[in-house]
Nanobody, 114 residues
C-alpha cells in the first residue's frame, strides 16, 4: 500500500504563485511521480510528471508556468505554479507509479481568483 500525502493547496490571486508537495515516505521502487488536476464537472487530466531520473512532461496548458521537481532522497515531488490563472482552479492529485502499480493521493484544492 502506497500512502501519498499532498499539501500546499490554497487560494491565490491570478498572477500569483503556489507550491504544492506530495510525499510518499513509504514507497520503494518508484518509477514516476506526477500531478493531475480535476476541475468541477470535468475529467482528471495530466498537469506534469517526472521520472526519478528527472525527465519531465508537461501539459501544454501549464508549459512555461509550472515546474515539477523530485527529491528522491525524501520521496517527495513538488509542483511550483507561477502565473496562475483562474483556469488553473482544480483539485490537484499526486500520482505515483512504482513496481507495484499506480497510486493516487487524496488531492489538494487550488483556487485562483481573478
Amino acid at each position: 500500500q502506497e500512502q501519498l500525502v499532498e499539501s500546499g493547496g490554497g487560494l491565490v490571486q491570478a498572477g500569483g504563485s503556489l507550491r504544492i508537495s506530495c510525499a510518499a515516505p513509504g514507497s520503494t521502487s518508484v518509477y514516476t511521480m506526477g500531478w493531475y488536476r480535476q476541475a468541477p464537472g470535468k475529467q482528471r487530466g495530466l498537469v506534469a510528471m517526472i521520472t526519478t531520473g528527472g525527465m519531465t512532461t508537461y501539459d501544454v496548458s501549464v508549459k512555461g508556468r509550472f515546474t515539477i521537481s523530485i527529491d528522491n532522497a525524501r520521496n517527495t515531488v513538488y509542483l511550483q505554479m507561477n502565473s496562475l490563472e483562474p483556469e488553473d482552479t482544480a483539485v490537484y492529485y499526486c500520482k505515483l507509479v512504482s513496481s507495484r502499480g499506480s497510486y493516487w493521493g487524496k488531492g489538494t484544492l487550488v483556487t485562483v481568483s481573478s
